[in-house]
């Protein structure tokens, strides 16, 4: 079992920057490739980034290209997702996820946090 909490969304201007934090209890942390999805009222939970186990790889939506950067620290058992130039379109709730696979579909993740809203204004 693993538990996610993601933390540190919040209300921003367009062009505004957050970072997102998701914290995983558990020791196995480093064993799961991790996400991040994010899901807008009335619309399907949509991929925004992944990491690999270790951190090397990272596979990012087109729509935060150059904009958004994940990254991860096993020591601390956390996944960032560092996000630039905000746009009101980023608007949603994001969560986390823990799979086994490399897979930008939710279906490919175990499991998730309860999410943490992300508002942006224009």
């Known amino acids: 079992q693993v538990q996610l909490v993601e933390s540190g969304g919040g209300l921003v201007q367009a062009g505004g920057s957050l970072r997102l934090s998701c914290v995983a209890a558990?020791?196995?942390?480093?064993?799961?490739?991790m996400a991040w999805f994010r899901q807008a009222p009335g619309k399907e939970r949509e991929f925004v980034v992944l990491i690999s186990r270790t951190g090397g790889t990272t596979v990012y939506a087109d729509s935060v290209k150059g904009r958004f950067t994940i990254s991860r620290d096993n020591a601390k058992n956390t996944v960032y997702l560092q996000m630039t130039g905000l746009k009101p379109e980023d608007t949603a709730v994001y969560y986390c996820?823990?799979?086994?696979?490399?897979?930008?579909?939710?279906?490919?993740?175990?499991?998730w946090g309860q999410g943490t809203q992300v508002t942006v204004s224009s």
């Open positions: 996820g823990a799979g086994p696979n490399l897979r930008n579909d939710p279906g490919g993740y175990t499991y």
């Open positions: 558990g020791r196995t942390f480093s064993s799961y490739v």
